[in-house]
Every structure is written in C-alpha cells, then in structure tokens.
C-alpha cells in the first residue's frame, strides 16, 4: 500500500514537472551592461560643435505577456560618461543620464514562428551635465512595434523600433512641448537570444537611439549601445 502511494505521488510530482517545463513563462526579468558611446550637441549648455562620449550603461528590463500574447514592458537604464571635445578642452565635462521606459503592445501577427506586436511608449530621461550644474528632462511619446522570430527551439531574434511624436523638454532655461514639426527622434534594438534553461536565456543586444530637436540653440544626439545580458524567466 506504501509502494503505491510512493509511485502515485512521484507520478504526480513528475507530471507537475513536466507542465511546468513546458508552460509558457509569463515574466521575464533582465539584467545587462554594456559600452555606450555617442556624439551630443547642446548649444544652450556649451558652444561646442559635437561632445564624444563613451562609457558603461546598465539596463534592468521587465517583461510582462498577458495571456492574450500582448506585451507590457518597462526599461531602466544608467549612463555615466564625460563629454570631450578637442576644440574647447577647458569645456569638457562629466556626463550622467538615466532613463525609464514604458511600453505596451499588442499582438497583432504571428505566423511561422514570426511575431508582431505594436503599441505605444512613453520614455522619461533625466541628464545631468557638471555635477548637475546644468539639467535637461525629456518626456516623449511615441508609437512602437516589436519583431521577434524564433530561428531554433533555443534561438531567437528581436527587434523593436521606437518612433516618438511629441517631446517635453525641461531645462535651466525653460520648458516646452515639441512636436514633429520641430523634434525627430528614432529608437531601434535589436537582441539575440540563447535560451540556457526553462528559467535562463542569455542575451546580446545593439541599440542605436538618435534625437534631433530644431530650436534656436541646438540640440542633437547619437548613441550607439553594444548590451550583454542574463533574462530570467518566470
């Protein structure tokens, strides 16, 4: 009678094993860091032509899919950076930016292990210039779409595009909404990802980010991002 209740249970056990491997995970949390370098033009703060800059950046990324395939997703990021310039050395400066991203996004294709999910986004940035002497936020919205294919069962591929509309933007000096007539912006990632384990995937991500606002005193960045990353999956 033991024997049976012994083998019953590992039954049971091992068929809740089974469906837990093979349930779809509905969160995923990621950690990554990687080099960002960039160019920056910003005539309100300095009368430089371009600032380089390059230096670590660090990403925690929530995922959440609702059980409809739809995406909420929200992004943290930390840059810390100085900006050189070889014109007017005596104006180079330390440099930190960081930033917090929301997304939500629904499914709208999935055929042959393709997927498209498109939405909105909202994106906040914070930068700081010269221990904080000078500070600029950035509040943007913006349409979105997602590309994912899964190339093998451990294999993937994800690119997500971001195209903001409108742009509010708070410095020293002043604060004011823009829209496309004045701000043109583009977001664009793309990931590799290797799935480790039912929990683990490792990840290798490339984002080019580039803002433009057409003011008086003017403003232009360029980023380049090359991301390492561990996602975890529950």
Do not use: C
């Amino acid at each position: 009678m033991k024997l049976n209740r012994l083998l019953f249970s590992a039954a049971i056990l091992s068929a809740v094993s089974v469906q837990s491997q093979t349930t779809q995970k509905k969160n995923q949390l990621e950690f990554s860091v990687g080099n960002n370098w960039g160019y920056l033009k910003n005539l309100e703060f300095a009368p430089v032509a371009t600032y380089d800059y390059e230096g670590l950046v660090y990403k925690l990324n929530y995922t959440r899919n609702s059980k409809n395939d739809n995406l909420f997703e929200v992004n943290l990021d930390y840059l810390s950076s100085n900006l050189k310039t070889d014109r007017l050395s005596n104006l180079n400066t330390d440099y930190y930016k960081g930033g917090m991203h929301f997304s939500y996004l629904k499914k709208v294709y999935d055929k042959n292990r393709f997927t498209i999910h498109a939405g909105l986004q909202s994106r906040t940035s914070l930068a700081a210039y010269h221990d904080g002497d000078y500070i600029t936020f950035h509040q943007e919205f913006g349409i979105a779409g997602r590309f994912s294919y899964q190339i093998n069962e451990k294999q993937y591929l994800s690119s997500k595009l971001t195209l903001p509309f409108m742009l509010l933007r708070v410095t020293n000096a002043e604060g004011k909404f823009y829209t496309l007539d004045n701000y043109q912006s583009v977001f664009w990632d793309l990931e590799y990802g290797y799935k480790l384990s039912n929990h683990f995937d490792v990840k290798a991500t490339y984002n080019f980010n580039y803002s433009r606002l057409q003011i008086p005193s003017a403003y232009r960045e360029l980023q380049h991002q090359l991301n390492l990353g561990i996602n975890y999956k529950f």
